[in-house]
């Protein structure tokens, strides 16, 4: 069953207090109620109940006030061992461990197929003169996502997965996007439980794309699940990273590792064989194969972290993968639904106030509540677009301290935070920018127009 916070704070205070008096173990036939009582409490148990009364503590909290007062394992521990959590109930709780967390991943995680018309053309006998024609042929390219979003009762998803995954150069269609694209879920990996997608929109430039699936019986009467999303921004070094993919198209598999570097920016070939675009990434060391592109990468518990995309390839490298952090994908996704569902429009759009950044000074430092280390920027303007909003509010030189969108407020102690949350914008929102000049604090406001956002391809 379920435990509250009172319930988890009683037992985090029977923990302390059998510390105090020289109780140690389970079983020892004390309740925390003889416990207080040993200690000096003066009342009856319904009394001493009422008086633990307050506001909702986080687990995260408990465990951390347990560590302080001498416990040595690690939150998992501390929840089946003190708790009596079970890994059903941890997973439901989202604090689930890397077996339940992974079990409730792979429910949310697909294997996608598409398939492309494409010509060639053929040149007949000595240096071409004996004739020749033009063929058509079909290409399929394999790749995975993750759902989203999912309504089981209409049998509706969005489906998150990589731009190159549904994108083919040398495709027959307009937009070089496949128009024949397959999703199969987790256990029902044959062509008998294709189910069909279509192309909602999507980013070369953030290699994300959107697929939606409408109707479908088969997803109204499986065990599909939505994707859980962790906030990419509070990855460190070391977090485990796991990869559900289809990988070499054979179907779901998962690998495992950790985050090697937490952001970084790569430049690739983009998919249309031309192109030269710079992503920023998590660098991985899970194995990452053909077929992963568009999965999810996942954290401990379960929760999404990254959109698998990129692997270097080299006999002197050994397991350097990439993946797309989870924030910027769902930044993408969002945009892509509210922007282009039900529209002509296929790309997203991103606020450009006209400022261009740059990282002044950057530390590592200890964070002692969380038992990570961190990397904590300090972000200024570097320059100022002339026409653009910015132009004659902001100054260069003023280092950002935060910038609100609407009623969320995002704190700027890592350059790429500025430039991501720019994607969460839309037309009629007030963007407010938080700066320090000279020393002293100021803001800036803006309300965006359709001249403030610019088209992503």
Known sequence: MKKSALFILLILLCLLLASCIGVTGKGDGLSAYDIAVANGYQGDETSWLESLKGEDLSVSAIYAAACEAGYE?????????????????????????TS?????????????????QYQVTSYGGWFGMGGGGTTTRQAQQSGSGVIYRLDKEKGDAYIITNYHVVYYYASLTENKISDQIKVYLYGSE?????IDATYVGGSMNYDIAVLKIEGSEKLKNSSALAVSVSDSNLLTVGDTAIAIGNAEGEGISVTRGVVSVDSEYIQMQACDNVSIVSYRLLRVDTAINSGNSGGGLFSEDGSLIGIVNAKITSSSVENIGYAIPSNIATYVADNIIETCNGTTITSPKKCMLGISLEVSDSSAYYDAETKTTRIRETVSLNGITSGKPADGVLKTCDVITAIKIGDVTYK????????DVMLTCRVGDTVTVYYTRGGEPGSATFILDETSLVTVN
Request: glycine share 8%; charged share 15%.
């Open 412 to 419: 700027i102690d890592r350059s790429f935070i500025a430039v």
């Open 73 to 97: 394992g690690d939150l998992l521990s501390f929840l089946r061992e003190y708790l009596s959590y079970d890994d059903g109930e941890l997973a439901q709780a989202g604090i689930a461990p």
């Open 100 to 116: 339940a967390g992974i079990s409730q991943s792979l429910l949310s995680s697909v294997s996608i197929t598409c398939s492309f």
């Open 190 to 194: 044959n062509e008998v439980n294709a």
